[in-house]
């Protein structure tokens, strides 16, 4: 099922990897990351960084993820 979110996906860096942000929530965040990176099913990513805006401490309001296609963990 393609991705239908409010997030936003991009190419992030020279090393493969990709950046999620969402307004919403980090689920969204990560699912925009993922969709960008335009993988075959069954790909496993890992986040490597996740960052949060706070609004009106302590809300967020706003979520920032970057992955990287990788093994399956504990492969």
């Not at 990897?17 to 929530?25: A, I, L, N």
């Not at 099913?41 to 809300?59: C, L, R």
């Amino acid at each position: 099922m393609p991705y239908r979110g409010g997030g936003k996906g991009e190419p992030f860096g020279e090393d493969g990897s990709f950046m999620g942000t969402s307004g919403v929530s980090i689920d969204d965040a990560i699912r925009a990351a993922v969709d960008a990176a335009q993988q075959p099913q069954g790909t496993w990513f890992h986040i490597g960084t996740v960052a949060v805006e706070s609004v009106d401490d302590p809300n967020v309001g706003g979520y920032k993820v970057i992955i990287a296609p990788g093994s399956e963990p504990g492969a």
